[in-house]
């Protein structure tokens, strides 16, 4: 049979990662609901949780108070990033037997491009069945897979897989699969989005993909012209590698909107420690720094800052990223978003790095923290900055 090669984009995703990694380590906690977050009478939020407790309503970001209320007899558990980071370099260690073309998108989820493999391993479906079952073997995890020809529909696909699934979206049936689906299920879709749609008769991605250009412009702006396209199967979009990126970020959305600053703050500061990592692991430094923050009336700002130098430490990128979400103020109501990106990058392997107190583009004291952390396990130590938010 010939290998169908414009099946080229696997989408991969731990289930329930942070609860399955507990589930495995301890036989005790299988097939009870556990959440991971840290204490539930503290301020933090669910970092994930098993899908015993996802049948109570428990959603990864919800309060660990509202968690607690809606499925109190589930076991709550601290973060424990040293094991989740193990596991997560073992399983990235199987993607790259496969391809060098990875894309992190986080701890647990990637893109992989097996453009190059298939004439290697067989087709991506074969891939993907490979790497499940490496992935179950050697780390004692399931991981749920999607392929397609672009980046949305491979995700797509692993979403309505889930969980244990390995589903693919071939070309021909791109448009059947997504006409009936809700409006929700394009990426960057979210409450107020749908609202504005259902006001203008759209509920399924079949009654998108079918409305004028024009009138999707009118009230949606250019996101409008982009879910337009994503209803039509296209994402142009290419997987980017950490050899090719020019810029990377995090973001999370909420499921109800914040106007908790202490919270705001707090993501900033683990995306800050989550891009310096990878900036530092990848031998990249960024100049611009830029956050991102969507309101409950969806209306989205970006602010950036170039820096004087370029740098790949957590800490500035932490405190650029207060001083642009304080210069917003806060008089525009309620978030629904909040992202961090890094772009301007080079590479700075090879470049002469400066003393410790003069705008350095990596501390000492974080080169010897990350050294430490990539021997011992993620969050071995960690930053003093960083401890208010790490669970104990």
Known sequence: MAIQTDLNIIHCDLDAFYAAVEQRDNPSLRGRPVIVGGRPDSRGVVATCSYEARVYGVKSAMPLAEARRLCPEAVFLPVDMKRYGEASRQVFEIFSRFTPDIEPLSIDEAFLDVTGSLCIFGSAEKIAWDIKKAVLNEAGLIISTGISYNKFLAKLATDLGKPDGMKIIRREEATHVLSLLPVSRLWGVGTKTQQI??????????????????????????????????????????????????????EITFDEDID???????????????????????????????IKVRYHDFKTVNRSKTLDGYTASSTVLYETALFLLRKLGQGR?????????????RSFEGLEQFSLFKNESVSRSEELLDQINDRFGEDTIITANLLPYREK
């Open 197 to 250: 749609l259902k006001r203008m008769g759209i509920e399924t991605i079949g009654d998108l993909a079918v409305t004028p250009p024009d009138i999707l412009e009118k009230h949606l702006g250019q996101a409008g012209m982009f879910f337009r396209e994503l209803a039509h199967g296209i994402d142009n979009r290419k997987v980017e590698t950490d050899r090719e990126v020019k810029s990377m970020g995090r």
């Open 260 to 290: 908790d600053r202490h919270q705001l703050e707090a993501c900033l500061l683990q995306f800050s420690y989550l891009l310096g990592r990878r900036l530092r692991r990848t031998k990249l430094e960024a100049r611009t720094v830029t």
């Open 333 to 345: 109501g309620r978030i629904r978003l909040i992202g961090l990106s890094v772009s301007n990058l």
